[in-house]
């Protein structure tokens, strides 16, 4: 039976010369499997470049419960991306995003306001005319909401430590090393409660923005199961710096 969905590309593996199995999140299905012949002939109606990460589309898709991989009818990429691919700050981004986003969902059911968050997190940073370069640390602190970890917003004046295992502000240095003291946790709040538009009002020089970095993907680590090492966020910093 065929279905209509949005979806966003999560990776895409060769299967055989000329096919391709994309793994997207879909807003009716949650994470899926499709298989897609023929990407690489000239007459592609699916072609290769409309698979790249965390490309948006709306698909038309055979849909069976029970089954590994699934097969699409149609995609259209919507709404195509006119600065992400040209920008190198924001394609940086991107492929940084895409690793982590391929890691830590998990969803194999429609989840819709995780799916809206991300999709409409791509539109702004592809319609906004630059990348603020902190861009990447609120939508992942962001991001923790709907993964079911969002640090504890709560804190005392005494609480000048935040455990990154608890999630919440402590008086005392936990026992374990995985904490940060009260700049970078304050930091951690304001990445986390200031919207995108107003993003530039957080002033972070580049060496504090490569050790927030560090912390956020520590705490993803603590909270998402087989999370592993993150590769691409050293050409990123690169990029910023």
């Not at 990776?11 to 096919?19: M, V």
């Not at 990348?131 to 917003?153: D, I, Q, V, W, Y």
Request: aromatic share 12%.
């Amino acid at each position: 039976m065929l279905y209509k969905t949005r979806g966003i590309v999560l990776k895409t593996t060769l299967y055989s010369e000329t096919s391709v199995v994309v793994q997207m999140f879909t807003e009716k299905f949650g994470i899926q499997s499709y298989m897609i012949n023929g990407v690489k002939k000239p007459k592609a109606k699916i072609r290769m470049n409309m698979l790249q990460s965390l490309h948006l589309a709306d698909l038309v898709v055979y849909h069976k419960p029970n089954i590994g991989i699934q097969r699409i009818s149609e995609l259209l990429p919507t709404p195509v991306f006119r600065s992400i691919p040209y920008d190198l700050i924001k394609s940086a981004m991107i492929i940084f995003l895409n690793e982590v986003l391929y890691k830590s969902i998990r969803q194999q059911h429609a989840d819709e306001h995780l799916f809206n968050y991300i999709f409409n997190s791509l539109c702004w940073i592809d319609e906004t005319a630059q990348a603020n370069p902190s861009f990447h640390l609120a939508f992942l602190l962001k991001l923790t909401r709907f993964l079911g970890f969002a640090p504890s917003m709560e804190h005392k004046t005494d609480q000048s430590y935040f455990d990154l295992q608890e999630g919440e502000f402590k008086s005392l240095p936990p026992l374990h090393p995985y904490f940060i003291q009260k700049k970078e946790a304050l930091l951690f709040i304001q990445l986390f409660t200031t919207s995108f538009e107003n993003l530039n009002e957080i002033k972070i020089d580049n060496a504090t923005r490569r050790i927030i970095l560090d912390k956020i993907l520590v705490y993803y680590n603590l909270h998402t199961a087989s999370f592993g090492e993150i590769k691409s966020h050293q050409i990123l910093e690169d990029v910023l710096s």
